[in-house]
């Protein structure tokens, strides 16, 4: 049974990484950039992006989690991020390293969430642990990825000013945005004004 404190009402994340470890990885905006911000700041930051990446149902309660459950949140993020850019790399995954390899494979060999179906034939999830049972599934998604074809389809935004990854699953494969309502439309903005700008000083 989930039972806690109501979660404070905190900024929505950015969703539509196409993976839920890449939306994971997401929760360091700017990553390697100037301006690079934490957004799992503080642990109620870490049962708002439970809450919302979650396959709870939207009545659960997600419970705030101590300091150290945050800073474990944060390590399996840099881990998924030294896994996959081992995987992308030219040693491939084998180029993880130890300590990095470790920390997935224990947090993977946790309980994921459980799905129970209803009388009325609903699909829901629960665990005793939501947010370590959300870690575990965020876990094993990562070495999968990093083990399969669907690597291949990994992407790095061309926005100038993003660092997300992304799962590109369009038919021909040349998605260049992490989003076309964000860095999409931003490039689009900036192309048609300096096209304009030089129309307008021939």
């Known amino acids: ?36 911000t934490e957004e799992l700041d503080r642990p109620e930051a870490l049962s708002a992006w439970v809450a919302q990446f979650g396959p709870y149902p939207s009545h659960a309660v997600i419970p705030v989690p101590t300091p150290d459950v945050l800073h474990h949140a944060r390590d399996l993020r840099e881990a998924v991020h030294t896994l996959l850019t081992a995987a992308r790399g030219a040693h491939g995954v084998a180029g993880c390293p130890l300590r990095e390899r470790e920390l997935l494979n224990r947090a993977a060999l946790g309980a994921p969430p459980v799905p129970v179906l209803d009388a ?14 959300l870690l575990t599934e965020i876990a094993r998604d990562a070495l999968t990825l990093a083990t399969s074809p669907a690597l291949e389809r990994v992407r790095t935004c061309a926005g100038s000013r993003c660092a997300a990854w ?4 369009s038919r021909p494969g040349n998605r260049r945005w992490c989003s076309m309502d964000t860095c999409g439309n931003k490039a689009k903005k900036s192309t048609w004004r300096a096209k304009h700008a030089v129309t307008a000083n021939d």
């Open 1 to 36: 049974m989930m039972v806690s404190s109501p979660v404070p009402t905190v900024p929505r994340f950015r969703s539509g990484a196409g993976r839920l470890c890449l939306d994971l990885m997401r929760t360091l905006r700017l990553r390697g950039m100037d301006g690079a």
């Open 120 to 133: 009325d034939g609903t699909l829901t999830y629960t665990a005793t642990d939501p947010i370590g049972a």
């Open 166 to 169: 992304f799962l590109d699953t």
